[in-house]
């Protein structure tokens, strides 16, 4: 089936730092989103990003389709971007839903 | 945005019992998505439905059962509730469009005990 394979595991950031988290999956992905998991669990909707860039605020997704890879760019890590941050893509079959990522925890300190 | 709702918040449960975890949406979404998330882990799906009064198993459905009496109502049902099904539940919904976004609800702690 479907894999989704999310990089680092985890990542501590000083305030002001960037950061880049990274997505690879096994197979051409017709749809790919990133979400934000809030400390307290509820998840949020990042982007849908099933090729080329996007932008939003300080964070960028760049997903090169051909490639089978995604990464989500932080710029100036703020205190409120600690969470945890799922890479999610499709499943071929439509109505499946999307298979998750591991995810990728980010704590940004003062 | 979407709206989600998911009852109860939290659950704690016995081993053996029956468990009913429901979800609403009121945003005319026809999918509708079951998942679990256990500490450390990703979500995992268990049930989906793409239409009212049909269900569809997802990638971890053993030990759950799903219900879809509406295009609002979505529920999942253990039957006998066993220890490893102690997790978080998600709900979500998404439109019919390309652009296929999932909305979820804000999740329910179920401690089975």
């Known amino acids: 089936g479907q894999q989704v394979q999310q990089s680092p595991a985890s990542l501590v950031l000083q305030e002001g730092e960037n950061a880049e988290l990274q997505c690879n999956f096994s197979?051409?992905?017709?749809?790919l989103q990133w979400f934000y998991q809030h400390p307290g669990g509820r998840l949020v909707s990042l982007f849908y990003?099933?090729?080329g860039t996007k932008h939003t605020g300080r964070l960028t997704s760049t997903t090169v389709t051909n490639e089978r890879r995604s990464s989500l760019h932080i710029s100036s890590s703020q205190t409120t971007d600690s969470g945890t941050y799922f890479c999610?893509?499709?499943?071929?079959?439509?109505?499946?839903?999307?298979?998750f990522g591991l995810g990728t925890r980010v704590s940004v300190f003062p | 945005e979407a709206a989600v709702t998911q009852s109860p918040r939290s659950k704690v449960a016995v081993t053996g019992g029956k468990v009913t975890l429901s979800c609403h949406q009121t945003?005319?979404?026809?999918?509708m998505y079951w998942y679990r998330q256990d500490t450390g882990h990703g979500l995992r799906l268990i049930h989906y439905?793409?239409?009212?009064?049909?269900?569809e198993k997802g990638d971890i459905p053993d030990g759950y059962k799903a219900s879809r009496p509406s295009q609002e109502n979505f529920s999942l049902i253990l039957e006998l509730a066993s220890l490893s099904q102690t997790a978080v539940y998600f709900c979500?919904?998404?439109?019919?469009?390309?652009?296929?976004?999932?909305?979820f609800g804000a999740g329910t702690r179920l401690s089975v005990l």
């Open positions: 945003n005319n979404h026809d999918y």
């Open positions: 439905s793409y239409v009212a009064d049909s269900t």
């Open positions: 979500a919904s998404s439109d019919k469009g390309a652009q296929n976004t999932l909305y």
């Open positions: 197979s051409t992905a017709t749809r």
């Open positions: 990003n099933p090729s």
């Open positions: 999610a893509i499709d499943a071929n079959n439509y109505a499946q839903g999307l298979t």
